[in-house]
Nanobody
Framework: QLQLVESGGGLVQPGGSLRLSCAASGLILDRYTVGWFRQAPGKGREGISCSRRSDATPSYVDSVKGRFTISRDNAANTVYLQMNSLKPEDTGVYYC??????????????????WGQGTQVTVSS
């Protein structure tokens, strides 16, 4: 069964850090572009980072550049999102997704083939 499972969310104070994990079963993540999306309360799903299939080149939305880092552990079939210097506006449900597309920059949500169920991140004092 093809499955992506996110973990690592939680409640953190502003300025804190979290590391999200996206673990795959039934698919080999290094054969896919993997993206992270965020859905804030009352807003649409926003692409915030992705790792390109061919060479793992990372891309980030401007609002997280310099604070978030996407990385892969192919042996563990897992993709991570290290989030530092978190802000209240980073609050939302975070989803990972896998796409067969291999293009530069952030890949649009509609081009992803597989999605996880999401993990909640709340940044609040």
């Amino acid at each position: 069964q093809l499955q992506l499972v996110e973990s690592g969310g939680g409640l953190v104070q502003p300025g804190g850090s979290l590391r999200l994990s996206c673990a795959a079963s039934g698919l080999i993540l290094d054969r896919y572009t993997v993206g992270w999306f965020r859905q804030a309360p009352g807003k649409g799903r926003e692409g915030i980072s992705c790792s390109r299939r061919s060479d793992a080149t990372p891309s980030y939305v401007d609002s997280v550049k310099g604070r978030f880092t996407i990385s892969r552990d192919n042996a563990a079939n897992t993709v991570y999102l290290q989030m530092n210097s978190l802000k209240p506006e980073d609050t939302g449900v975070y989803y990972c997704a896998a796409s067969v597309w291999d293009v530069p920059g952030l890949v649009a949500a509609g081009l992803y083939n597989y999605w996880g169920q999401g993990t909640q991140v709340t940044v609040s004092s």
